[in-house]
């Protein structure tokens, strides 16, 4: 199985902005609804943001109008722009097909603080 890549996290003050990556297989890109997911130290993981076309995106109520997922397929890469942040968006972020069938990588962590 394509193991996914993540990259662009790090410390970010509230209301600041960050934006991630997200690189996977053509096979993979190329086939299969993507998705955001995080979890929060203590917490499970959860779905934040899933593509399931070039026009079609679905977020959790928890990020909706803060956060943006799109797709570039000329680079087999997923993006998530995390606008607003707020504490509560501090997790280890990952990348996935919608319904979670990829062997998870190793995620890029997000931390906002002051």
């Known amino acids: 199985q394509a193991q996914p890549v993540e990259s662009g996290g790090g410390l970010v003050q509230p209301g600041g902005s960050l934006r991630l990556s997200c690189e996977v297989s053509?096979?993979?890109?190329?086939?299969?609804?993507m998705a955001w997911y995080r979890q929060a130290p203590g917490k499970e993981r959860e779905r934040v943001a899933g593509i399931l076309s070039d026009t079609g995106t679905k977020y959790a109520d928890s990020v909706e109008g803060r956060f943006i997922i799109s797709r570039d397929h000329a680079k087999n890469t997923l993006f998530l722009q995390m606008n607003d942040l707020k504490r509560e968006d501090t997790a280890v972020y990952y990348c996935?097909?919608?319904?979670?069938?990829?062997?998870w990588g190793q995620g890029t962590e997000v931390t906002v603080s002051s």
């Open positions: 996935n097909t919608l319904d979670g069938f990829l062997t």
């Open positions: 053509e096979r993979v890109f190329t086939t299969y609804s």
